[in-house]
T-cell receptor, first 115, second 113 residues
Framework: GAVVSQHPSWVICKSGTSVKIECRSLDFQATTMFWYRQFPKQSLMLMATSNEGSKATYEQGVEKDKFLINHASLTLSTLTVTSAHPEDSSFYIC???????????FGSGTRLTVV | AQSVTQLGSHVSVSEGALVLLRCNYSSSVPPYLFWYVQYPNQGLQLLLKYTSAATLVKGINGFEAEFKKSETSFHLTKPSAHMSDAAEYFCAVTEGGNEKLTFGTGTRLTIIP
């Protein structure tokens, strides 16, 4: 079945530094990648949608200069949290969609803690 | 605009009892509906999906859901709960041609031994 590998699983960084999260589709081509943020005991909030080779489309209220998304290939998308602050601490999850069917494959998530 | 409402943020059932998690949707076009399960600190795993074929959808781990257009519902059921079913469950909807998934607020399922 379709697998999306997300790394790192957890990361602790100092306030003001940047953190990169990677999502790779291992056995299919991810034409579209979705990035979500999930606060404790809450639902998933869509941050942005990216199509391979195009600029990401951000949801209202999401700072595109703070959450940089790159989808340069059909198997790799990255989310970079720039100048991270404690309020950016959250669980980030990616989801990839291939060319056929209505399948959304989720990564295992990244727990970001900014101290 | 599409939306999903999950009734009951917490549901507790005894091991071996029926599991019923409720989901109602709103969509301006025929929807595609999904149920996902999330274990602590993990991503989402697809349980089942409805994509305009059979209205009774069978998924993994013994779960099934029935699409009822007249009730705008897509409730998730399992005849007999197992301890390993304890997790967070999310209902989600997307409209044909619109790739965005809209999630419900989730239901935490607790299994009582």
């Amino acid at each position: 079945g379709a697998v999306v590998s997300q790394h790192p699983s957890w990361v602790i960084c100092k306030s003001g530094t940047s953190v990169k999260i990677e999502c790779r589709s291992l056995d299919f081509q991810a034409t579209t990648m979705f990035w979500y943020r999930q606060f404790p005991k809450q639902s998933l909030m869509l941050m942005a949608t990216s199509n391979e080779g195009s600029k990401a489309t951000y949801e209202q209220g999401v700072e595109k200069d703070k959450f940089l998304i790159n989808h340069a290939s059909l198997t790799l998308s990255t989310l970079t949290v720039t100048s991270a602050h404690p309020e950016d601490s959250s669980f980030y999850i990616c989801s990839a969609r291939g060319q056929s069917g209505y399948g959304y494959t989720f990564g295992s998530g990244t727990r970001l803690t900014v101290v | 605009a599409q939306s999903v409402t999950q009734l009951g943020s917490h549901v507790s059932v005894s091991e071996g009892a029926l599991v019923l998690l409720r989901c109602n949707y709103s969509s301006s076009v025929p929807p595609y509906l999904f149920w996902y399960v999330q274990y602590p600190n993990q991503g989402l795993q697809l349980l089942l999906k409805y994509t305009s074929a059979a209205t009774l959808v069978k998924g993994i781990n013994g779960f099934e859901a029935e699409f009822k257009k007249s009730e705008t519902s897509f409730h998730l059921t399992k005849p007999s709960a197992h301890m390993s079913d304890a997790a967070e469950y999310f209902c989600a909807v997307t409209e044909g041609g619109n790739e965005k998934l809209t999630f419900g607020t989730g239901t935490r399922l607790t299994i009582i031994p």
